[in-house]
C-alpha cells in the first residue's frame, strides 16, 4: 500500500477525531439544556374572575401566575371586560410585581357557550381582548371554540371556523401575539385544522382532559401535535381527584414526552378538583400546584 496515501488517511481520520471531540460538548450541552415548566392557576376555576383578589389567592395556591378571563358574553357585542378601564388594568400590573407572580394568558372563556362560527362580532372581541394583552404585557390568548363549535358534531361549521381563525390569525400577527385554540378534535384533526388555517399564530391550547375522556393516548396526542404547534397547556383532567391521586394520567411520563419534544412553558392547571370538597379552592389548586411543581420543577 502507498505510504504516502496512508499518511494522508490517518491525517483525515485523526482530524475527524478531533472534530468530533470539539463538536461533542456542544452537543452534548445542547441535549442537557434545562426545560423550564411555570405553574399558573384559572382566574374563572379559582372563583376570582377578573377580580384584583385572584393575584393574592394565586400567591397562596403557590402557583406562579394566572390566566385572566376576559369577562363574560352572553349576547353582548364583546365581553364584560373590566381589564378595559387603566386604572382597573393598573392594579393588576401592580399587584402581579408586587407579588412576583405573571400574567400567563388572557382567555375568552366566554366561546365555551358561544358560537365563534356565527356570532356576528367576533373580530371586535377578539381585538378587544389583543388590546388588553398588549396593555398587560400578555402573549397568549385562549380560544376555546367551545359547544357550538364541536367540529365532530357539527362538521359543516368547519369553513367559517377555518375562515374566521384566518382572520383572527392575521389580527394576532399584527399584534404581536399567538391565540390558542381548543377543540374536540384528537391531535390528527388538529393539525389538520391548523394546516388549513396556515397561520403561526394560531396554535393549540393543549388540555390533558380532552384525549383522557375519550379513551386516547395523551403523550401519543402531545408528540402528534409536537412542539411548535402547543402554545400552552391545561395541565388538569376532569374533576374528581387530585392529579396525584388520578389513575389515569401519568404526569412522569407526560414530563418525559415534552422534554423529548423539547417543549416548555406554561402549564396552567384548570379543574382536578376533589370531589369530596370541590369549593375548597386554596385545598385543591394548592394541591394540584404542589404536585406539579414537584415534577416540573425539579431535576
Known amino acids: 500500500m502507498n505510504h504516502e496515501a496512508l499518511s494522508r488517511r490517518d491525517f483525515l481520520g485523526a482530524g475527524s477525531l478531533l472534530l468530533a471531540s470539539l463538536l461533542l460538548p456542544a452537543a452534548a450541552g445542547a441535549r442537557a439544556k434545562k426545560l423550564t415548566y411555570k405553574i399558573a392557576v384559572v382566574d374563572l376555576m379559582i372563583l376570582k374572575r377578573q377580580k384584583l383578589g385572584a393575584l393574592q389567592l394565586t400567591k397562596d395556591i403557590g402557583a406562579d401566575g394566572v390566566e385572566v378571563d376576559m369577562g363574560g358574553l352572553g349576547q353582548r357585542e364583546t365581553f364584560d371586560n373590566q381589564l ?11 399587584k402581579a410585581k408586587e407579588l412576583n407572580l405573571s400574567i400567563c394568558s388572557l382567555a375568552m372563556t366566554g366561546f365555551y357557550a358561544q358560537s365563534f362560527a356565527t356570532r356576528p362580532t367576533y373580530q371586535r372581541m377578539v381585538q378587544d381582548c389583543f388590546d388588553t394583552m398588549r396593555a398587560l404585557g400578555v402573549k397568549v390568548a385562549f380560544l376555546p371554540l367551545g359547544t357550538q363549535g ?27 401575539v399567538v391565540v390558542g385554540i381548543e377543540t374536540a378534535l384528537d391531535a ?10 396556515n397561520s403561526k399564530h394560531i396554535q393549540i391550547y393543549f388540555n390533558f382532559s380532552n384525549p ?26 376532569e374533576d374528581g381527584v387530585w392529579l396525584q391521586n388520578n389513575p389515569r394520567l401519568d404526569m412522569l411520563r407526560v414530563k418525559q414526552t415534552l422534554a423529548e419534544m423539547g417543549w ?26 404542589a404536585y406539579l411543581k414537584s415534577i416540573f420543577q425539579t431535576s
Open 84 to 94: 378595559a378601564k387603566p386604572e382597573v388594568r393598573q392594579q393588576f400590573i401592580d
Open 264 to 289: 416548555q412553558g406554561w402549564l396552567v392547571i384548570e379543574r382536578s378538583r376533589d370531589a369530596a370538597d370541590p369549593r375548597n379552592v386554596k385545598k385543591n389548586f394548592g394541591a394540584n400546584a
Open 188 to 197: 390528527a384533526g388538529d393539525v389538520a385544522l391548523l394546516r388549513d388555517v
Open 212 to 237: 383522557l375522556k375519550e379513551g386516547r393516548d395523551l403523550c401519543a396526542e402531545l408528540r402528534t401535535l409536537g412542539r411548535k404547534r402547543i402554545c400552552q397547556i391545561h395541565a388538569t383532567d
Open 150 to 176: 364541536d367540529l365532530r358534531k357539527n362538521p359543516e361549521l368547519r369553513p367559517a371556523i377555518v375562515e374566521r381563525l384566518r382572520v383572527v390569525g392575521k389580527m394576532a400577527q399584527q399584534a404581536g
